[in-house]
């Protein structure tokens, strides 16, 4: 199994513009997170689907913040516009079924806002 | 609320046990443990169900008491390999509809292993 994939890897942007960060969840998981790392806050959990469902988006800081998740294969996580205090590294995670509930975590996009 | 794991950080020579407690300060039903190193994704290492129950992993295992809300991970004869940071992830409930639940992780603890 290729695991769960990200794009881009790395992303620079200025201050403003809009980045789309790309995730593709391990084929039969039913779950997917995205999850932002920084120095100061930490693993932070932003917004979970289930069945393509999003469940809890309470994690999302801004409405600048959004995500979608079209089929069971794609999701992404766009910021619009983006600022300097969105730079971290951006997880996206699935889990399978009920019943088993690890979660297996892509490499990360790190982004960085200047 | 995030759980609170402690130590924040601790250096062990290789062969040497080290313990890392989480703590929560709300009823659990679930506490997952992960190793990251350095610029690499977190990795899964096990997970422990309301009940009380302790698992092992290889050199690795975990207890989890529900009544103090308390996990703690165990790692006998330590290896170079153990070095990195260790976070807890919590779920206060069981996850509905059929699906995981998003996971509140510590801060983490870090780990370095010595030869």
């Known amino acids: 199994d290729a695991g769960v994939i990200q794009s881009p890897r790395h992303e620079v942007t200025e201050m403003g513009q809009e980045v789309t960060l790309r995730c593709k969840p391990i084929?039969?998981?039913?779950?997917l997170f995205w999850y932002r790392q920084t120095m100061m806050r930490g693993l932070e959990l932003l917004i979970y689907f289930n069945n393509n469902v999003p469940i809890d988006d309470s994690g999302m800081p801004e409405d600048r913040f959004s995500a979608k998740m079209p089929n069971a294969s794609f999701s992404t996580l766009k910021i619009q516009p983006s600022e300097p205090r969105d730079s971290a590294v951006y997880f996206c995670a699935s889990s399978p079924r009920a019943g088993v509930y690890e979660q297996y975590f892509g490499p990360g996009t790190r982004l960085t806002v200047t | 609320q995030q759980p609170v794991q402690s130590p924040q950080a601790v250096i062990l020579r290789e062969g040497e046990d080290a313990v890392i407690n989480c703590s929560s300060s709300k009823a659990l039903y679930s506490v997952h443990w992960y190793r990251q190193k350095h610029g690499e994704a977190p990795v899964f290492l096990m997970i422990l169900l309301k009940g009380g129950e302790q698992k092992g992993h290889e050199k690795i295992s975990a207890s989890f008491n529900e009544k103090k809300q308390q996990s703690s991970l165990y790692l006998t004869a330590s290896q170079l390999s153990y070095s990195g940071t260790y976070f807890c992830g919590t779920e206060n409930e069981e996850p509905l509809g059929g699906g995981a639940d998003g996971l509140t992780f510590g801060k983490g603890t870090h780990l370095i292993i010595q030869p």
């Open positions: 084929s039969g998981h039913n779950s």
